[in-house]
């Protein structure tokens, strides 16, 4: 738990009256919030024309102006265009997720034959400086803040790395006090030394940050978009860098721009209209990957999960079928881009879609700070530990995920890039 001291608008248990106040106008009244379309000083500016060429899709994009015809003809062109997979994503289409989920399985199997990549989370500290209404890390809310020392941090990699697993994914709250970009760079120099994969989640940064990072050890960058829609954004993201919508939408190509190898997308479906925001989710990966050839690139697909102290937000409902034709439309449209299902989704949903579009999932997860050898090996830790973001559904471990993918006649990978 922080002390009293270095807390300051991290935890509401020790916030001033006047501090308390702020929370209130920023929740009461949009006109004490700064405006979110304007970036904030250091903050890097690209000449680019993806976000133009996204929000111009979605924000003409009517899912209820297709038919099933339309439906019928996306599936039987051989190259799905925009305009095709706004009609898989589109109420039209949930007739027809049998035939969806056919064509998504053979898309799958022609470009990453039966294998499922297999990842691990490692959150190094949930301090965070931004009032997002829906997060469990948001700085007005009361749960214990921890930051992992280097010796912490790599003790923690030690127990991940012995139960088998090669691929990492480094994950902060968004606090550049608390969690700097040497003090990421660190972790993953570390890192290096027990994976063969890195990957960051963490604040959006410069492209020469973004480059630093890489020469660390980082491969590749994960940005939650959270919801495309600007005007829905401006009301869920209070305070804090993350307030500034375009700073956010652009992180993927400035992280490319940086050297890094890899980046992936998403946007956490039940904020705002889901279909909306799985069409500029997709229509995101679409034009970078034109512009950027040489990279790889995966989308996400998270629901909204319960968290701490959360009473403001009541999630649109996106339910299990209709996230499964998410997955199968982003398959058919892009057919060689990575899809990852995180532990937010029940163990029996996964095993399914990764037998049609999914490629890879995330196993031995927790959410919290500090916590593997406690989850890993069942003994009590003696050292302090942080709240998590996130509730999780599927917390099977690497070796009961492994052999559960091996039993649905899958191949589970742990890592299929080499150093040389």
């Known amino acids: 738990m922080a002390?009293?001291?270095?807390?300051?608008?991290?935890?509401?248990?020790?916030?001033?009256?006047?501090?308390l106040e702020r929370k209130h106008r920023l929740e009461t009244d949009p006109s004490s919030r700064k405006n979110h379309m304007e970036y904030l000083p250091g903050m890097e500016q690209i000449d680019s024309d993806?976000?133009?060429?996204?929000?111009?899709?979605?924000?003409?994009?009517?899912?209820?102006?297709?038919?099933?015809?339309?439906?019928?003809?996306?599936?039987?062109?051989?190259?799905?265009?925009?305009?095709?997979?706004?009609?898989?994503?589109?109420?039209?289409?949930?007739?027809?997720?049998e035939r969806m989920a056919q064509r998504a399985r053979l898309e799958t199997s022609k470009h990453f034959g039966n294998t499922v990549y297999l990842f691990t989370p490692l959150y190094i500290a949930n301090y965070c400086e931004n009032y997002c209404v829906y997060?469990?890390?948001n700085c007005y809310n009361h749960i214990n803040r921890m930051k992992l020392t280097p010796e912490q941090i790599e003790h923690e990699m030690k127990v991940i790395a012995d139960s088998g697993m090669e691929e990492i994914l480094i994950l902060t709250g968004e606090s550049r006090a608390q969690?700097?970009?040497?003090y990421i760079g660190e972790a993953c120099k570390l890192a290096r030394k027990y994976f063969r994969m890195v990957g960051l989640e963490i604040y959006p940064v410069n492209t020469d940050e973004y480059r630093y990072l890489h020469e660390c050890g980082a491969d590749y960058v994960t940005v939650f978009q959270e919801t495309y829609d600007a005007d829905k954004y401006e009301s869920l993201h209070l305070l804090g860098h993350k307030r500034v919508w375009p700073y956010r939408f652009d992180a993927q190509e400035r992280a490319l721009r940086?050297?890094?190898?890899?980046?992936?997308?998403?946007?956490?479906?039940?904020?705002?209209?889901?279909?909306?925001?799985?069409?500029?989710?997709?229509?995101?990966v679409y034009y970078l990957q034109r512009k950027y050839p040489h990279a790889e690139m995966?989308?996400?697909?998270?629901?909204?999960?319960?968290?701490?102290?959360?009473?403001?937000?009541?999630?649109?409902?996106?339910?299990?079928?209709?996230l499964c034709q998410i997955l199968c439309?982003?398959?058919?449209?892009?057919?060689?881009?990575?899809?990852?299902?995180?532990?937010?989704?029940?163990?029996?949903?996964?095993n399914g879609i990764v037998k049609i579009a999914a490629t890879k999932i995330s196993a031995g997860v927790s959410t919290g700070i500090g916590d593997h050898e406690s989850k890993y090996s069942g003994k009590e830790s003696d050292s302090a530990q942080g709240d998590e973001q996130f509730e999780i559904d599927d917390s099977r471990s690497l070796e009961k995920m492994y052999s559960d993918i091996a039993d649905e006649g899958l191949q589970p990978v742990l890592n299929d890039y080499l150093y040389v």
């Open 3 to 19: 002390t009293k001291e270095n807390q300051f608008f991290i935890d509401s248990e020790y916030l001033s009256p006047e501090a």
């Open 50 to 97: 993806v976000r133009e060429n996204v929000m111009s899709h979605m924000n003409s994009y009517e899912p209820d102006k297709y038919t099933a015809r339309d439906v019928q003809a996306a599936l039987e062109h051989e190259t799905c265009s925009i305009d095709d997979f706004k009609a898989l994503l589109s109420p039209a289409a949930e007739p027809f997720l």
């Open 135 to 137: 997060c469990g890390f």
């Open 179 to 182: 969690s700097d970009v040497t």
């Open 258 to 284: 940086g050297g890094m190898r890899g980046v992936a997308f998403s946007a956490l479906l039940g904020l705002s209209d889901f279909r909306k925001d799985a069409l500029a989710s997709a229509l995101h």
């Open 298 to 322: 995966s989308l996400s697909c998270p629901r909204l999960r319960p968290i701490i102290n959360n009473d403001r937000i009541n999630p649109l409902d996106v339910h299990e079928t209709q």
């Open 329 to 350: 439309a982003y398959r058919i449209f892009l057919p060689y881009v990575g899809i990852t299902v995180s532990s937010r989704e029940s163990a029996q949903f996964r």
